[in-house]
């Protein structure tokens, strides 16, 4: 830790929208210094080059990863494109922290990492000691960690309301069906057609059908809740929207258990935690309800059809989903006040 | 119908958006003459007073309900609010055709009107006499009826697909999960607060969630396809944009078929129908494929998990949801072409 | 012309918003046939593998320009990038028509070229053939042209109601202000960091300020009309949204003159026209009254400062602002009604 | 000041947006109590009911502002509607200070107020007490003042750049055009057609032309940094977008003078202010830059056109033009650093 009592940190990978919001949160933390900012192709450049709403903050220069200077750092959040972190990570020197919020690291079998992925995992020493960082989950685990695989944004809208539900065999394991929906942001500051305004605003549609890559982690997290395999119907689809990410998850309850049941399991797992909130009967939570906050609201309903509830969650996919949760996490591994830089109330309307 | 070969029709509730958008169809339709346009609040003024965009078209002023010579008028379309729609259509001479865009008349069980709607019906003979507009499932009873009771939106894009599936028995009538989201004109023209523009962009929700109106109307197509009880799970979600639904479908298969069988069914159910349109493996709907027009597209998916699919449809909710579908049951109740009015394309962007 | 008494046409540079567009009317053109589609990236595949939305209709494959076969061609529009089209054009038979959507033929000082385009210009003489086709403006000489240049798409708003307010000596050539708000899709379909939803949604602001390129266009078209030379303080914005633009002018009046003079002028000029509509004393033209279609809507206001008036005008970018000018323009040169295939009412919402 | 060292504040009208957004800054201000919260029509519910985002905030139920106990407020914000103020403010102790975020104590000549707003002023010794908060110009009156009549979001952003300009004659006093872009909340949350999402989404239109309430507020501090008469002509438009103004202002300059003058002379203006930012040559300020934020950007370019230059501003209508201001004011009324609790950067995307 630097003299100045804040510890030192480096952003790989800090002009894509992870990368922007962690500065936005880091910049007001009180503990945090930040030392070294990456990107490639901007390298030399001042942040606002690549982040103009930055340009009256004082913050380092661009500078290539291969010019960070590791003896200056003391945590680096990873927020480089799947596939390309393990070996940038593998290099990092074993006394820095790391806080990945790439896949890289998030499946603990690395045959399901290739399998999804398409190649072999290139770190796999590495992939032993990293702890899934869904923080409510693994505080614990996290706490200790040198390498922290911080969760996708999906996984973490579907795991918090799912694995407590599953822990207490409240609901059942099999035709669970989560479908997400999620702002642009999710897709990240590519140049891809799908993300153009033209192609995303007024409109929606479903993307990766059975075929997107959070599905091994969500059901990672709740196979490990139940103690046996937990496989889900997963669709994701594209809001025009910039942030948030609303999962609407039908379920299917376990003999004699309503909604209530599941409402009051949930309260009580999370009675504490200052991120989690569970809402009352009736109401409906809004991804407007988290913008810009590393909230997770959750909500559940009776269906209509008897057995069955529906079950409701909303985060900010950029914070919780992503940035805000990664900070949540150095505060718990540097065992400062969890909500420490992540105080704000959500931006409304 | 009138010496110039046109029928002459009535718009009861032209001031809103199912009614601004059948002034948009009808008055390019070669065989429509818009004689009569009733707006309660706005009576006495010309339709540019409400529907600015029309001002260089040349429409009657708006008048009230009871100042329309119904000695004038072939055929009126209702455009009113649910509940209003019963007493005014029994008011209507028993000579003009009407096609009404409530739900006043699409359930045809009146004990399930009265507990989704919280009233006895006041027309229950009409209620007999009217068919429900599903035109590509019920095309020959829409040809002959006097009383047209236009599906409501989610409906449309539910039933389009599922009908076909639930008859063939390529699907379980169990376990169906209906995921929908609407851009929101499909609330209407109402002053509410959650349809203001900033408590409804950037954001998504659901509502309704359990409880909404539509899912008996859905139910009751399914029902009378499968021939015995189907209950779906169904949840409305409201999404930033002006039109559109996409319906996301969770289906258990029946025994060995997979997504291809159920496309070839759908090939096969709408191989003629300008309308409904199956699009190929690997596509994905979206509604901003079918803004404006009254296509409805249906793709169809294998699930991850054996024995399931995932079946997506996309509709504009003003025109397949509601007023487009009004257009083409009056093509079919005076043999035009079904097209005919309704050939534009999408507005894409 | 074919034996089936319809055109055959080429859209070069298919892909883009402008090809779209065109491809979008021109399905529904009566005396159009699309006999060749370019697109140099996607030569090779069918039209839906760029354009979705347009999977079910019957069209040629996408080619490369060299492929095209000019002797089937009788019309070919260039959406091609501007600096491009020049020697694609000079290479083009001559018996062939052109309608080209690119600046590379609008200014016809080719010194103004050079120093706005940054290069000599390639073909001086088609040039000089070249037409400028602001229809109501031009449309004598576009009637006999072999190549009109399709005016962009703020000139178009701009010169529609300056022009005549200028010729009439309604309005001082000095001091103009021309503040313009444009959808996103004036930016065309290009992979460009400032296109992304989520760097253009939820935002506005200025670009190219007193440097964009349809400044000295607009100055030609206005000079023209004025005798003298005119310049514009021209300040194009980026509005979230995917079409219109909204154009407001600040004008300084001749001794006297008050809006109700020009609102009489524009009036006067424009009543035969089929598609500029000037407005009632009091109505604002918002760009949702014209959206999908080819009008262009003036309004006048006085301003509270004397001897200052507000004029308005909105367009459809894409229609009246680029593919819907072009098929009017095309309509002169062939004597069909200027409105053919370009009937349709506003989409609104 | 109570016993906790806060000030107990009040909001007046807390269900409206720049109330939801003074509970949102003052929630976590360090020196903030929110001890009474009003809005009439939902007295008695919990903040919840019409603001669900803070329902996990801890703060009193609504009241009547009959029903506030003044004699435990020592602050009160009114954001009730514009023309019920006066009666308010004037019931209330005197030795409460108020912050009125309306246009009632605005136009200090209340000739002006009666002219534009329709009614002799009802509180005229308070108008004459009252002091005009835009901060940065009248830091030292609001320092002492009892009643501050916050500006209006146009209005701040269009003196923060125009006055140090007119007070250093760097640019005319005559022909300046403000033409401002505001997103939909700046016209708040009261149910109008004109504010439905499908009435504002995807178009952009001019309104109140030459009749807004806040050009006379705009000419009042021009003229008072002028020390003559200063006449505007001011057009605002609504923008699809939450949050935001974006004001381009077109100036004639002082002869001999450039942009560069302009920016230096805000640079130097403004020199250690936390809030207003000068943009360096050739960056044109963005709503997205301050969304979110208490800051004003400001940029300045010449124009083509000789001697004059366009000045453009960026603000977040809720913050600096509305709610952020206003703790901005409370904070110099205390002697608190003036960036308390306004410090969060700005929510991009």
Chains 1, 2, 3, 4 share one sequence.
């Not at 960070?68 to 990570?89: M, N, R, S, Y």
């Not at 990293?130 to 505080?139: C, I, M, Q």
């Not at 207490?168 to 140049?191: C, H, N």
């Not at 689809?237 to 909604?259: C, D, E, F």
């Amino acid at each position: 830790m630097s003299s100045s009592n804040k510890i030192r940190i480096a952003v790989l990978g800090a002009s894509g929208y992870t990368g922007s919001e962690l500065l936005r949160i880091l910049s007001r933390h009180p503990h945090a210094a930040l030392v070294a900012l990456t990107a490639e192709k901007n390298a030399g450049q001042p942040v606002s080059a690549v982040l103009p709403h930055l340009a009256f903050e004082k913050l380092p220069d661009l500078i290539k990863i291969d010019a960070v200077d590791w003896k200056t750092i003391d945590l680096a959040f990873c927020c480089l494109p799947h596939g390309t972190t393990q070996e940038v990570i593998a290099a990092i020197p074993k006394n820095v922290k790391v806080i990945d919020l790439s896949a890289d690291f998030r499946l603990s079998n690395i045959d399901d990492y290739a399998a999804w992925y398409g190649h072999a995992h290139r770190a796999v020493d590495l992939q032993k000691e990293a702890v899934y960082g869904l923080t409510e989950v693994n505080r614990a685990k996290v706490k200790t960690a040198r390498i922290v695989a911080n969760p996708g944004c999906y996984p973490t809208g579907a795991q918090l309301p799912l694995i407590p539900l599953l822990k207490a065999k409240l609901i059942s394991a099999d035709d669970i069906v989560v479908d997400s929906k999620s702002g642009v942001t999710g897709a990240g500051r590519e140049l891809k057609l799908g993300n153009l305004y033209a192609e995303a605003a007024e409109g929606i549609h479903a993307y990766g059908v059975a075929a997107h890559r959070h599905a091994p982690e969500i059901e990672q997290g709740l196979t490990e809740a139940m103690g046996k395999g937990v496989k889900v119907s997963f669709t994701p689809h594209l809001v025009p929207m910039n942030r948030g990410i609303l999962s609407t998850m039908y379920v299917k309850l376990a003999a004699g258990k309503i909604a209530n049941d599941l409402r009051a399991e949930l309260k009580k797992t999370y009675a504490n935690e200052p991120f989690v909130k569970v809402v009352e009967e009736g109401v409906s939570p809004a991804t407007r309800h988290v913008r810009g906050t590393n909230a997770c609201w959750i909500g559940v309903f009776d269906d209509r059809i008897e057995g069955r509830a529906i079950v409701i969650s909303a985060i900010d996919n950029l914070v919780k989903g992503a940035s805000g949760q990664a900070v949540q996490n150095m505060n718990v591994m540097y065992g400062w006040p969890e909500t420490t830089g992540l105080e704000a109330l959500a931006l409304f309307p």
